[in-house]
């Protein structure tokens, strides 16, 4: 099965098995990191599903939604890396994928 490399909020990082075809944040719920709350479900009106993907990792980079892309914009500390876990969308090319899951604020 496919796997991610997980940096939590505490520092550790762990790696954890996905299904292909969820949300990453769905596949973090799943890896047991509650800590990334994404309160709204998907709907990209809350941000707290807010990640740091690994620049080098597999499949990193799939292009924002012109909406992820604003409402990244508005968090205080966006980073080029910064991506909302609900609209990526794992498929087996995300294996390996490492991301952090940022401080909350
Ligand atoms: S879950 Fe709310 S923006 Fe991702």
Redesign the pocket.
Known sequence: MPHLIVTGRDGQTRRIEYRPSRAL?DALHEGGYMELR????????????HVYVDPRSPASRPPFGELEGI?IGGLAAPRENSR????LVLTAAEDGLALTIPPEG
């Open positions: 944040s994404a309160l709204c479900g998907g709907c990209m009106t809350c941000a707290t599903c409402v909302l876990a609900c609209q």
